[in-house]
């Protein structure tokens, strides 16, 4: 995240500012990148077929 700061800015409003922002912010999981695929296809045959396109 990229904040521009246009002009002069104490501390007080710049901590005020990102304190805001954190609070906003929720929180990311990866938990949505695991587990199987649910794609409908026969895990061994789309191995074969894609290990055959190799070579």
């Known amino acids: 995240m990229v904040i521009k700061i246009n002009g002069v ?3 007080e409003k710049l ?8 609070e906003n912010e929720q ?3 990866l938990r949505s990148h695991f587990g199987k695929l649910k ?3 026969d895990s061994l045959g789309y191995q ?8």
């Open 9 to 11: 800015v104490t501390k």
């Open 39 to 41: 794609r409908g296809v």
């Open 48 to 55: 074969e077929k894609t290990r055959g396109e190799w070579g």
């Open 15 to 22: 901590l005020e500012v990102i304190k805001m922002l954190s």
């Open 27 to 29: 929180r990311k999981t």
